[in-house]
């Protein structure tokens, strides 16, 4: 079946610093991959999504690129802030007659310091 | 309007007790989630309603029952829990269920506590 494996948690920054979040997945056929953020007491919100390979999504200072020959699809940003403290998911979801229920990663804790 | 609002924020209930959860989106969505999080947890699917049907249960148990009033609204009627049932309770909508594309909106959630 398909499966998500995100570096486990927490990860701690001073603000500034560069991040990197590692998710590899696996599944058959071509999924679309998806970056969520949630802040402490709130629901899910996209960050941002790649549709398929090569493509790089981006939002709000994060980037993510779709690599097929590795299966992943890491969080990148530059410089963190504070805010930026949160928990994020990568998740997968394939469809093409299969089903299109998305598949979490167990999700991983960034907290960053001032 | 890109939102979805769930009420209460908030539950306490007894394991004898009935009581619903709310969920609601005015952006024409046509597919429509509930999903359980428990702590440290990524969410986990129990139902998924399309075009007011409900397409996907993951087997939850019968004390969980959906229901779709309309496009815009998602009830979850609760009976008879259980304290491990405790957790946050999440909504979220969708364009469509199907297409790889299509990009959920996740309400804020209710945290739900047994006793």
């Known amino acids: 079946g398909n499966s998500v494996t995100q570096m486990e948690g927490p990860v701690t920054l001073s603000e500034e610093a560069f991040l990197t979040i590692n998710c590899t997945y696996t599944a058959t056929g071509y999924p679309s991959l998806f970056w969520y953020v949630q802040y402490p007491g709130e629901g899910l919100q996209l960050l941002l999504k790649a549709t398929k390979a090569d493509d790089k999504g981006s939002n709000k200072g994060f980037e993510a690129t779709y690599r097929k020959e590795t299966t992943s699809f890491h969080l990148e940003k530059g410089s963190v802030q504070v805010s930026d403290s949160a928990v994020y998911f990568c998740?997968?979801?394939?469809?093409?007659?299969?089903?299109?229920?998305?598949?979490f990663g167990r999700g991983t804790s960034l907290i960053v310091h001032p | 309007d890109t939102e979805v609002t769930q009420t209460p924020k908030h539950l306490v209930m007894g394991m004898t007790n009935k009581k619903s959860l709310k969920c609601e989106q005015h952006?024409?969505?046509?597919?429509m989630y509930w999903y359980k999080q428990k702590a440290k947890k990524p969410p986990e699917l129990m139902f998924v309603?399309?075009?007011?049907?409900?397409?996907i249960n993951e087997s939850v148990p019968s004390r969980f029952s959906p229901e779709c009033p309309n496009s815009s609204l998602l009830n979850l009627h609760l009976h008879a829990l259980q304290p491990e049932d405790s957790a946050l309770y999440l909504c979220?909508?969708?364009?469509?269920?199907?297409?790889?594309?299509?990009?959920?909106?996740f309400g804020p959630g209710t945290r739900l506590t047994v006793l």
């Open positions: 998740a997968l979801r394939k469809g093409s007659g299969g089903s299109y229920i998305p598949t």
């Open positions: 952006m024409g969505h046509r597919a």
């Open positions: 309603y399309s075009y007011e049907k409900l397409s």
């Open positions: 979220a909508s969708s364009q469509q269920y199907s297409g790889l594309d299509n990009e959920q909106f």
